[in-house]
């Protein structure tokens, strides 16, 4: 329980850090680790389907956002400054809270159980109920279908929608041919 609450507080620093931070490329990191958090709690209580989708939506968002940050900021020579002394002390601290981050990435994903052993109830009922109540051969096609079809529904709208607002996003406005 004590990483929900640790992820929860780094899902808060890092949204601090994207709306107050001047850089476009690092609030698009710092929002990016808020979702990855995201993505890692629904692991934690035992949610994969969520965390798979919003990892998805999470690696396209921020695939399309840097897109759109390289394509709108202008890159000049003095890159090479930014790397000057005064930056180390941000990159010391960069590396120590991915270095963090990905430690509890690591232990999170320890704590899953075993391939084919089921650990709560409902998922036992599935496996038990599956082939007698749905008729299907296939297990995980049944429960996304039949018993949770109302999830999956939910599920597919989200990524609809995202793709939608994303899609509205990048067009540009008033575009003729």
């Not at 979702?35 to 690696?59: H, K, R, Y």
């Not at 999170?108 to 036992?124: C, D, H, K």
């Amino acid at each position: 329980m004590i990483e929900l609450y640790l992820f929860l507080f780094i899902m808060l620093i890092a949204a601090v850090i994207a709306t107050e931070i001047k850089d476009l490329l690092a609030a698009v990191i710092s929002l990016g680790a808020v979702g990855f958090s995201v993505a890692i709690m629904f692991i934690l209580v035992q949610a994969p389907d969520l965390a798979i989708v919003q990892i998805v939506v999470e690696i396209l968002t921020i695939v399309i956002f840097v897109a759109v940050v390289f394509r709108t900021t202008h890159i000049d020579e003095t890159i090479g400054k930014r790397f000057a002394s005064t930056h180390i002390l941000s990159m010391v601290l960069f590396s120590l809270f991915a270095f963090l981050f990905l430690a509890a990435v690591v232990q999170s994903l320890r704590e899953l159980p075993r391939f084919g052993y089921a650990t709560m109830r409902v998922a036992s009922e599935y496996i038990r109920l599956g082939l007698s109540e749905c008729g299907g051969a296939n297990i995980v096609a049944d429960v996304i279908l039949d018993f949770r079809a109302l999830d999956t529904l939910g599920e597919a709208t989200v990524l609809f929608t995202s793709v939608i607002g994303v899609l509205a996003l990048m067009r540009k406005i008033g575009r003729k041919r």
